[in-house]
């Protein structure tokens, strides 16, 4: 049996589908037929508008800009993290009787 390819689908294809379903009374079965995409797939899409109309579908790659924000952080701290242990080594280091 042959895997279906998953299709992507674009920012703009993924906001007029929305826009068929909210501004224009279009129902999600008859979007979904007209289109080629399952319902709960559109149901989805809907749900990403409602809760974030900005930033909703992002794109492949590109993070809203909340979840970069946590990802810089959570370098930073690794960093910190690394730059502790170094400071904690060498506070060791220098404790101990050299003498």
Same mark, same amino acid.
């Given at each position: ?7 992507? =689908? ?19 079965? !008859? ?6 995409? =399952?319902?709960?797939?559109?149901? !989805? ?21 909340? !979840? ?29 009787? =050299?003498?």
């Amino acid at each position: 049996m042959a895997q279906k390819k998953r299709r992507i =689908h674009s920012r703009e294809f993924k906001l007029e589908a929305v826009r068929l379903i909210r501004d224009r009374g279009v129902s999600v079965a !008859q979007a979904s037929r007209d289109l080629g995409v =399952h319902e709960n797939l559109l149901r !989805q899409w809907s749900r990403d508008f409602e809760a974030d109309p900005g930033q909703a579908f992002p794109g492949q790659g590109q993070m809203k800009p909340e !979840q970069a924000e946590i990802e810089r952080l959570r370098r930073e701290v690794i960093k910190l993290k690394a730059e502790r242990d170094i400071l904690k080594k060498a506070a060791a280091y220098f404790a101990k009787d =050299h003498t």
